[in-house]
Nanobody, 123 residues
């Protein structure tokens, strides 16, 4: 069973910063693109950021210029640096990976989700 190990959520004041991390099984690291989605009760899960195996990045419109995603190959981990946080960034943040285009790995699903970590931004 694939396990994504998330850490770094918590409570922060508006304008503050927080960093989330997600460790991915090493044998998936060079095959799967990695990133984050977030969800608030009653709303659909939305894209926060993704980074591909060749370091191409994609950001949700509401976080552009404030959040930054990166990969550390030595730790097979990804990091989401969140700055200038706002109360509307409050959500459960989910580590998410999907198989990069053109890659295959027998016996594994196209995508996997972490359990989620709560981020709360107080006003």
């Amino acid at each position: 069973q694939v396990q994504l190990v998330e850490s770094g959520g918590g409570l922060v004041q508006s304008g503050g910063s927080l960093e989330l991390s997600c460790e991915v099984p090493f044998y998936l690291w060079n095959i799967y693109d990695v990133g984050w989605y977030r969800q608030v009760p009653g709303k659909q899960r939305e894209l926060v950021a993704m980074i591909s195996i060749d370091d191409s990045t994609t950001y949700g419109e509401s976080v552009k210029g404030r959040f930054s995603i990166s990969r550390d190959n030595s730790k097979h981990s990804q990091f989401l640096r969140m700055t200038s946080l706002r109360p509307e960034d409050t959500a459960v943040y989910y580590c998410y990976i999907h198989r990069s285009p053109g890659y295959q790995i027998p016996g594994h699903a196209y995508e996997y989700w972490g359990q989620g970590t709560q981020v709360t931004v107080s006003s």
